[in-house]
């Protein structure tokens, strides 16, 4: 059975519009998901980078995010002859442990709470695939990187990239 390890923030949980929304309201702009084209947020306005750091060490931030669309159907279909690893660099916000995993437990509640893994580097991860937005998690991970489209990593290429999780889907059926 082939192993995927599949990252949360967007990927499984859309991270961006609610940080956008925060930083918004706090800053009185009107940012739009165009204007994060090909980068972070914290690249396009990076005089605000430690408030940007902070709503994401709220504990409650990562407990309310929406499911990205088609992520548990999906998931649940490949469940069924894959071995499925949530993998989150959950240490990178430690004060996020306890929302990660209720959100996890509430939206993917078929999954086996083993298969839950919040790590550091992802170099360690021994899967056939990885799922993530972040290409930087590919770099010493030794099975298939599949890029998940977000709209910072627009212009990222040398990874076989999916733009949904139809997509994913399309891709693991193949
Ligand atoms: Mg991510």
Redo the contacts with the bound molecule.
Sequence with gaps: MKRIAI?????MADLIPKHLQLYNENFGEALTLEDLHGRKLREVRPHAVEELRGYLSDPGFFRDLDVMEGAQDVIQELHEDHEIFITTAAMEFPTSFTAKYEWLKEHFSFLNDLNFVFCGDKGIINADYLI???ARHFKRFEGTGLLFTSPHNVHVTGYERVDSWGDVREYFLK
């Design positions: 990252d949360m923030d967007e990927v993530d937005d972040n």
